[in-house]
């Protein structure tokens, strides 16, 4: 299982198995797959696949050109451009964004850092679906965390979920 490392997790993670996770928030969007969270067993042919691919590609001054050889891998292997059109009968599934990217990243720092402070039931509501949580993107770095749960949504579950994590962010 692979987890950036600014997730929290919220729940067990161990019935996901050969997954990616879909970035658009609709089931109907072109496969578009999240490259800060997946799972697959030790040899599977499309993680066997994507890191051949990036052994080719990679470039280490390109931030998320990781994900394309991801979600091309896809459609390439499967033959399919939608969610949707997975086989049942293969070992593979792309999981729902809401799962592990509760809101789409253009609203991650108004949503998890907003300006007017957030009931706890909003909060609750919000990551009900979700079995982790990414809290950073590009966008976020250097962004200061409020220790008020009411205004940072980190600031609700790093002391509970992983405060090793969270009281020592006050070091770097």
């Known amino acids: 299982f692979?987890?950036?490392?600014?997730?929290v997790v919220l729940n067990d993670l161990s019935h996901y198995?050969?997954?990616l996770v879909q970035v658009e928030s609709q089931p109907d969007q072109p496969i578009n797959t999240a490259n800060n969270v997946f799972t697959f067993v030790s040899g599977h042919p499309y993680?066997?696949?994507?890191?051949?691919?990036l052994a080719k590609e990679y470039d280490p001054s390109c931030w998320n050109c990781i994900g394309i050889p991801m979600k091309e891998n896809v459609k390439k292997m499967y033959n399919i451009t939608m969610p949707n059109d997975i086989p049942t009968s293969t070992d593979f599934v792309i999981a729902p964004m809401n799962r592990f990217l509760p809101v789409h990243y253009p609203i991650l720092i108004n949503?998890?850092?907003?300006?007017?402070?957030?009931?706890?039931?909003?909060?609750?509501?919000?990551?009900?679906?979700s079995?982790?949580?990414h809290f950073s993107n590009s966008m976020a770095q250097g962004l200061a965390v409020p220790d008020d749960p009411q205004f940072s949504a980190y600031a609700l579950l790093g002391p509970r979920l992983c405060p090793l994590a969270y009281y020592s962010s006050r070091n770097f």
């Open 111 to 129: 949503t998890f850092w907003p300006e007017v402070g957030v009931p706890f039931d909003v909060w609750r509501k919000l990551f009900s679906n």
């Open 47 to 53: 993680l066997q696949a994507v890191l051949a691919d």
């Open 17 to 19: 198995r050969n997954m």
């Open 2 to 7: 692979y987890l950036d490392l600014d997730y």
């Open 131 to 133: 079995s982790a949580i």
